[in-house]
């Protein structure tokens, strides 16, 4: 894996009951975010980095309440603000693992400045954001990744205003890793939040969360367990396009757009799009990301996992190098800058 | 205090004429070079022992067309041979470098004043884009100047006509002509310009060159011509002994900063978002990475201050800077800062407003929203500088009541003090307190929302700390555990002990100083920027034997403890403010005071004489 970072464990090793705070949890029961807390705390020790390392950080809206859950170091700041919090923590304390969690109105309504900023800027920062589609936490009304035509509390007639998809957001702000998750599948969601923290750069990951009680059932067409192979496809790097309860499927490059073909019939593995992650191109990445069920397959899994100087290094660099080239800052010479002159 | 601007009868010879005060202006297009003529100017008189003190006076930000009103720039500056605290009220000498400038800035020339035009610009199209029917240089209007035509342009390009510059590059050297004539005028050397030119075009030795042929042309210009009957000299003043050098307000704001991130041992980290006239301390901490300085040039106003609070947490030194309207931008993240009770500053370069108002003129108009510009009970810390020099010491204060305090702190400069300069008294570092950040450390006594008896700080923990593991928000916290709470009792509590720990800042305020009569007559009160016109004004009261005094306040919230005492020794008391009396209200409001107000929002300081003529209104 050319992104991964690699991190000797240190210290005891820690388990999953070592990241559950004294904190009562209290989401709704049901809440897909249960199973991503669950995931989280049973990721945490297979990092290897120590506990006081670590650091979640969120906005506002149900999933920003993770970090209370968190037995880490956490802030659970201001509306869509997490990613500012985080750059900075982050950029002048590299050496810490810094986390950011976040929901669909979070990221990408009232912080969808931040989100594309943080992104371009390469932050080493995980982002895992629990789309929902919905607000929850205000009981119910639209948000931006709400379907065109959605009624909500807000919306009696129908939303009139097209969602955002996050995954093509995130590689329009130039992401370096951009990939997605299901709320249900704990081991690949463990898996995707893993490759979150090997990669060196920002790492955004879309989690399809299911809110039962504004939302429920909103991701269940491809999700549910009986039609998922059906209905979404795994993508693995180095692997074929290929998707289908009998492995039939596949996904192939016709022109600029992908098609989804049967298997046989003269088309074969050999006519399928080859999943590579590490393209520099995005372009592949960003047709992936608008594949929509029933036309597609929706794909999860890691859509691109690209490596760049990340800011916080570039920044130490440029003070390493003016160490290195001007000398450590001495007050008084800056003190005398310019002309001076002395008063007997 | 000045003679130049007196009628007096101009003898055949040059004669030097010894001055106590003299005020420059220069004025030209926002392309004519007139800030760094003014700021040459400033410096060599400053190496030349005097006492001085400047004000630049920008156009908006965009360039104006040339030759046109809304292009003209202008550079004031006072220098003298006693210490001095304002950039003058009104010019002795106005260089005009063309017909606008001229039309803008005449109206502050005192008659008999000093008037430098630069008559090659006067032709028939800039005549007309300034709005003069006839030619004020033949009309006679300015018969009541003392008029100096000089054709700069045709002087300066005759001079340079050898130096291999192009047209373009030759005119753009007419600013160091107009320099070269004011520095004889005033007994200047020119040794200052000429090593500064050095430094600033020697990679490109031809237009070097042709700057300083142009600086030295026009000083033989006025040393050869029979044109000016006279020549100046502002002998040195006698300011406190020591190392100097001349230093804007933001320059010192950004050198308080750095010093408080040495005297603290933590990074400083700035997040900002660029805006008039705030960018400068934004482009001074940039270049300062060998002192491990962080500068985030954010994607917005809320981005600067988040990140800021983020490398808080972190254990850095936070500081956010902006202007007036980044201040109501970052309301929501300052109300954060006070909830998770972290070190925070916040610079306001305070501009002329509402909204986006008058990005380069300056204004008081921010103070209630520092104060209370957000929502809930959310108090803070407020410092303002009252000259240049002293946003060094206020920036240091900001942060060691930040950091002592784990309290958001803002520090309120404006435009006058950011952009104005003067002599700084260079400090020895080694006599500055240092700034403890006393970190948390101990997981057996750690509780995150625990304070310290005396200040009522909560610990400051920082990640990386092991066995320190905790949440901080900003939802409302339990006392001591800072758990989430909703409790009543407990929410009444917290609010007062926010207060109650900022109120306790006035531990660590200084009490207010008066310059004069401690008690009886009137007392003249300031806060920040109007603090050398209400010295000089009231300086200038008492030598006439009026019974006034002033003290200005540095410390804006809490106020200083003996302030109340102090207001009900007098018999009345004066607040000057560029707004409509905001620390007026809060004075009225704390001490039951019925303080009069002398108010003005123009974009502009107030002059001594404006100070002056209400003082002599209220006590005669």
Known sequence: MVTAKRREPIGPSLSRKDFVSDQEVRWCPGCGDYSILAQTQKVMPELGIPRENIVFISGIGCSSRLPYYMNTYGFHSIHGRAPTIASGLK????????WVVTGDGDALSIGGNHILHV??????????LHNNEIYGLTKGQYSPTSELGKRTKS???????RPLRPLSVAIGAEATFVARSIDADAHHLQRMLERAYQHHGAAFVEVYQNCNIFNDGAFAEFTAKEVRADRMIMLEHGQPMIFGKQQDRGLRLNGMKIEVVQLGNGITEADLVVHDETLDDPTIAFLLSRMDYPEYPVPIGVLRAVQRPTYEDLMAQQIQHAIETEGEGALKEIFLEGDTWTVE | MTTLTKESEQPEHPEVLELDRVTIRFAGDSGDGMQLAGTQFTKTSAVAGNDISTFPDIPAEIRAPQGSLPGVSGFQVSFSSHEIYTPGDAPDVLVAMNPAALKTNLPDLPRGGILIVNEDEFNETNLKKAGYATNPLDDGSLRSYRLYHVPISTLNAR???????TAVQIDRCKNMFSLGLTFW???RPLDTTLRWIDDKFGKNKAVAEGNKTALKAGYHFGETTE???????????????????NITGNEATALGFLTASKLAGRPLFYGSYPITPASDVLHELARFKRFGVRTFQAEDEIAAVGAAIGASFGGALGLTGTSGPGLALKSEAIGLAVMVELPLVIMDVQRAGPSTGMPTKTEQGDLLQAMFGRNGESPVAIVAPATASDCFQMAVEAFRIAVKYRTPVIFLSDGYLGMGSEPWLVPDIETLPKIDPDFATDPATFKPYARDPQTLARPWAVPGTPDLEHRIGGLEKADITGNVSYDAANHDKMVRLRAEKVARIVQDVPDLEV?????????VLGWGSTYGVITTAVQRARAQGKKVSAAHLRYLNPLPANLGDLLKRYDRVLMPEINLGQM??????????DAIGLNKVSGRPFTIAEIESKIAELVG
């Open chain 1, 91 to 98: 950029s002048s304390r590299p050496e810490l693992s810094v």
């Open chain 1, 119 to 128: 992104l371009r800027r390469n932050v080493d920062l995980q982002i895992v």
């Open chain 1, 155 to 161: 919306s009696p007639y129908g939303t009139i205003d």
């Open chain 2, 159 to 165: 001079a340079l006509e050898d130096s291999g510059l």
């Open chain 2, 185 to 187: 005028m005033f007994s």
């Open chain 2, 227 to 245: 044109m000016f009957a006279t020549h100046y000299h502002v002998p040195k003043a006698k300011l406190k002994p020591g190392l100097y050098r």
């Open chain 2, 515 to 523: 310059d004069g009569d401690e008690s009886g007559g009137l007392l």
């Open chain 2, 584 to 593: 007026r209200l809060l004075v009225r409001g704390h001490y039951l005071v």
